[in-house]
């Protein structure tokens, strides 16, 4: 504890300690009206800027520098440009400053400056989606699918150059891993500014995420009125699903009001066949498993933001997503004895389950000025109610189907999550050297209660071996200290990230510890006329178990599996070293390496207690290492044809502790999309990935294969987008098959989910309102607004 006081400290000495002289003044017009918005620039003698900021509602403004000689420069747009060198050697107050119309006087100044589509930053690449005539219309998700290096799979799962488990964020709000999905549904391609796709995230963000990040960046509302999207889809594959849609945007004044309401009506299934062999004794086990589901889901989004003054902004947001469905799973278990059949058991298994998530956000941004200094803060409770009641009815025939016995049993499952964070980041740039830095605290409590019934005599008694109740509470304690500064043609970027992590079960003693997370980024400028640059990164991450995995219960899967929490996980750690060449925006080779220990993974095993019982649960298995090469091509072959095309090849090792396990894999994986301006005003974007086999911890799964295909066309005065999509057209990533090969266990699985999905979907956004005058104001100052 005392090196986490220690270093917590160390994070929270102020970042200068140098004498500090204010600059302070009001700006009017000749009629002595206060000029709001006015931009405020201190440059040296050199006309570098030192720093800037922006007049209030009141017209006054400040600057705080140290002892030297500047240029003061105050402008706004339809006025004269006011200068004077100013020397400082203690504080200065200017009085009020009088600004002078220009003599030409135009009716209206419209500026826009056309950003690239793709930006490549020294620890990130950033998608314009404003940019982007192919974003229009679509969800958040959807238009994720537009973005370099990502790829997102008909389930909705998320990953980074061919890695998985890539984390949300959103406004600089970290989206807990059960609603990500849900969230980025209701949010709509109009409402989002840029994409920011970030494989190695700096120290500002958790240590934890270790794939990646997708940094989600809304827009600025600056129009006066109402603005909304209404939105339809009918989605078709084995079985059909629909759903539809709203948001509304309305500004007055200083208040932004938003909100958005989605409903879905859906039906899926999922399908497994397992043939599991045990050695040496020459027995095996067959398990075929169907399920069909129902839900309903509704998603609610409500906030609003308030501009206290041009330099405060205070928001409130509530979210919503409640989902309710039944399942009927059909399970038959085959069990053969030196592979002659012995016994056969068919499993009826209904069940309903009730799904609530909700989360209460409040943050605050303080704009210090306009070049740098930024101080926010976010704070977020999140709850997540699930309750599940499933029948289990099982009937047991011999090898020539006669029937011996039955078991019916049903089980109760509730489970309350409630999380807590909050975090304060400041950035405060120095002459030659940026800092971020920041603190972060979150309180996850989980209380959960597993009820396991039997019918004995028609009469439901409970199982006290398979029934638990506990609670769980996990704090962790964060702080962090980036330093960014530019040595020549030399970008450096230094992050040093502390996490003190107490984890509590029921009355069981506290497990803590205390981990640092070492970040280093350096981009080299090779030649800036080609804009041709080498990046190096090391950093260290952390994987937690989830919940699930560490809690202390039993469930039950079929008559002859059962899943259970290991309390005694660990964390896993990984240590990974990168080096990139960027050839301009368009080109990026990177090679890396990548070391994780204590590396946990769901392994599988027969009961030690009753060999007929199958167990699945999560061990620290052993340790992996990884090497690999991306390739990321941006390439415009025409200008109605533009292509991205990504590369990659890996080479992975896994060693169990215990000498017991040990698997190699090198694989393949090519992403390729192209953007077609197709005639009839047509937009056409086809979206290929090709993976040879992959291996999971012990699982290895078999190549995959998908093509999607999306056309979508504006109609009625193109406010109106109408959008068919195909996803997985040759039906080859919904069938799967992995298999594993673990303590003298064998198993071979095939898996079959939708595929060769087919959406049709609708999408009208509308308008209501008349400018507002301040976005000429804001857009004055675009160029020092870009460069926070």
Same mark, same amino acid.
């Given at each position: ?266 039906? !899926? ?455 068919? !999509? ?63």
């Amino acid at each position: 504890m005392k090196s986490l006081k220690h270093f917590l400290i160390l994070l929270l000495i102020p970042i200068y300690s140098f004498s500090q002289y204010d600059i302070s003044g009001i700006v009017k017009d000749s009629n002595n009206v206060s000029i709001e918005f006015a931009n405020v620039v201190l440059t040296n003698l050199e006309n570098e800027i030192i720093l800037g900021t922006i007049t209030d509602k009141e017209g006054t403004f400040n600057l705080s520098v140290k002892e030297g000689d500047y240029k003061l420069i105050i402008s706004f747009i339809g006025y004269d440009k006011w200068m004077k060198n100013i020397h400082i050697i203690n504080n200065k107050n200017l009085g009020i400053v009088i600004l002078d119309k220009n003599k030409i006087e135009l009716e209206e100044i419209v500026l826009t400056a056309k950003k690239p589509l793709i930006e490549q930053k020294a620890d990130r690449m950033v998608f314009n989606v404003s940019e982007s005539p192919f974003a229009k219309g679509k969800n958040a998700l959807k238009t994720l699918e537009l973005a370099p290096m990502v790829w997102v799979s008909s389930k909705g799962n998320i990953s980074i150059n061919g890695r998985g488990e890539v984390r949300v964020v959103v406004n600089g709000k970290l989206l807990p891993k059960e609603v990500s999905q849900s969230y980025l549904n209701s949010l709509r391609s109009e409402d989002i500014e840029k994409i920011e796709i970030i494989p190695n995230p700096p120290a500002e963000y958790e240590a934890e995420i270790k794939s990646g990040i997708v940094n989600i960046i809304l827009k600025k509302h600056i129009d006066e009125g109402l603005k909304g999207n209404i939105n339809s889809s009918y989605t078709q594959h084995r079985f059909s699903s629909y759903g539809i849609g709203m948001s509304l945007n309305y500004k007055t004044g200083k208040w932004l009001w938003y909100g958005s309401y989605n409903y879905s009506q859906d039906k !899926d299934f999922f399908e497994r066949e397992v043939e599991t062999v045990y050695e040496p004794e020459n027995t095996k086990r067959l398990t075929n498993f169907q399920s069909i589901e129902w839900s309903l889901g509704n998603t609610y989004r409500l906030g609003f933001d308030y501009d206290i003054s041009s330099k405060h902004r205070f928001g409130i947001e509530y979210y919503s997503y409640n989902n309710n469905y039944r399942e009927s799973i059909d399970n038959e278990v085959m069990s053969y004895d030196n592979f002659i059949l012995q016994e056969v058991v068919k499993g009826d298994y209904p069940g309903n389950v009730d799904k609530r998530k909700q989360s209460y956000t409040l943050n605050y941004n303080w704009e210090i000025d306009t070049i740098g200094k930024k101080l926010t803060f976010l704070s977020d409770y999140y709850i997540y109610k699930n309750k599940r009641i499933s029948d289990y009815h099982d009937d047991i025939f011999d090898n020539e189907e006669n029937y011996l016995d039955s078991e019916t049993s049903r089980g109760k499952v509730g489970g309350d999550i409630s999380v807590f964070t909050s975090k304060l980041d400041y950035i405060h740039p120095l002459e030659k050297v940026t800092f971020h830095t920041g603190i972060k605290f979150s309180n996850a409590c989980l209380d959960n209660k597993n009820i396991h019934e039997v019918l004995i005599n028609n009469i439901y008694e409970i199982d006290q071996q398979k029934t638990t109740t506990y609670d769980f509470n996990e704090k962790v304690s964060a702080a962090y200290l980036k330093a960014s500064t530019k040595l020549g043609d030399v970008q450096l970027q230094f992050g040093i990230r502390g996490e003190y992590t107490q984890n509590q079960f029921s009355n069981n003693p506290e497990k803590n510890y205390f981990s640092a997370f070492p970040s280093i980024f350096a981009k080299h400028y090779i030649n800036k006329e080609k804009n041709t640059s080498l990046r190096y990164y090391y950093g260290k991450k952390i994987s937690r178990p989830s919940y699930k995995l560490m809690s202390p219960y039993e469930y039950l899967i079929d008559i002859y599996t059962v899943f259970r929490g290991n309390e005694d996980l660990k964390p896993q750690y990984t240590n990974e070293f990168s080096l990139t060449y960027y050839l301009g925006n368009k080109h990026s080779f990177q090679g890396f390496y990548s070391h994780t220990k204590d590396m946990f993974n769901i392994v599988e095993y027969r009961d030690i207690d009753d060999a007929n019982i199958n167990v699945e649960t999560t061990e620290n298995i052993g340790e992996s290492h990884s090497y690999g090469l991306h390739i990321n091509n941006n390439i415009n072959i025409t200008k109605w044809w533009k292509t991205y095309t990504g590369l990659g090849v890996n080479y992975s090792k896994i060693l169990s502790y215990d000498k017991t396990f040990q698997a190699k894999n090198f694989f393949l994986y090519v992403n390729h999309r192209s953007n077609l301006n197709l005639p009839l005003s047509i937009d056409c974007t086809i979206n290929s990935r090709f993976m040879t086999p992959v291996l999971d911890g012990i699982y290895e799964y078999s190549e995959i294969f998908n093509l999607n295909i999306s056309l979508q066309k504006e109609v009625l005065g193109n406010k109106g987008v109408v959008s068919l !999509d195909i996803s997985d057209v040759f039906y080859t990533e919904g069938k799967y098959n992995l298999t594993s090969n673990y303590k003298d266990q064998f198993s071979y699985t095939k898996v079959e989910r939708p595929g060769r999905i087919i959406m049709l979907s609708f999408s009208y956004s509308f308008s209501s309102g008349t400018k507002f005058n301040k976005e000429r104001k804001e857009k004055s100052n675009q160029e020092e607004l870009q460069r926070i």
